[in-house]
């Protein structure tokens, strides 16, 4: 079964400093990775996502992500915080293969301080 | 373009009670799934529907609990005999057509309170 480990519900950085979130997962296959933004009152949104190839991914608002198999993680950075950033972030992880399944962390809500 | 749209956005209903939550996917998007999102939690998988059939229901999380897409296009969560653990903001998502399809859209989710 597969399954979503997000450390640190509840994360805060200084503006202009490096965010880092962590997320790692448990899958008997090798997963298609995400994660997603929601930002208070709203749906949400993607902000970028690992399926095949560079291990490397980038997303919008400057995030970035690295799969790292054998460390079983992909966690999310960005090198410089802005105040627009605070939001809940989410990792998620699907199957590539049988029904296309979804399993979500439980998420890390991101304050970004003055 | 239009994009995923749910009503109504707030439910408010009494225990026991019998609800419907509607969900619009993107035109020509094959794929629909439903998640229910608690509070402080993330989106928890119910279902998902691939065209007009329900692929995968294993997270209904038990018989009050029912979905439908009879067209492929719409559908609409049905909760029976409603109860207070079921308060929540229920989300749906659909994604468009094509091999190893992984790109989700999200709806802005509809608020459902049970007293």
């Known amino acids: 079964a597969q399954s979503v480990t997000q450390l640190g519900s509840h994360v805060s950085v200084s503006e202009g400093a490096l965010v880092l979130l962590r997320c790692n997962y448990s899958s008997s296959v090798p997963p298609y990775l995400f994660w997603y933004v929601q930002y208070p009152n709203q749906g949400l949104q993607l902000l970028l996502k690992y399926t095949t190839g560079a291990t490397l991914v980038k997303g919008i608002n400057g995030f970035e992500a690295e799969f790292k198999k054998s460390e079983t993680s992909f966690h999310l950075t960005k090198p410089s915080a802005h105040m627009s950033d605070a939001a809940e972030y989410f990792c998620a992880v699907r199957t590539t293969s049988g029904t296309y399944k979804y399993i979500f962390g439980t998420g890390t809500r991101l304050k970004v301080l003055a | 373009g239009a994009g995923v749209s749910q009503t109504p956005s707030n439910k408010v209903t009494e225990k026991g009670k019998y609800v419907e939550l509607r969900c619009d996917p993107i035109?020509?998007?094959?794929?629909l799934y439903w998640y229910r999102q608690s509070l402080g939690q993330g989106p928890e998988f119910l279902i998902y529907?691939?065209?007009?059939?329900?692929?995968?229901d294993s997270g209904l999380p038990n018989d009050r609990f029912f979905a439908v897409r009879p067209e492929g296009s719409v559908s609409t969560l049905k909760i029976q005999r409603t109860e207070r653990g079921d308060s929540a903001v229920y989300l749906c998502a659909s994604s468009p057509p094509g091999a190893g399809t992984n790109e989700q859209y999200f709806g802005p989710g509809t608020r459902l309170t049970v007293t």
């Open positions: 529907f691939q065209g007009t059939g329900a692929a995968d």
């Open positions: 035109s020509g998007h094959t794929a």
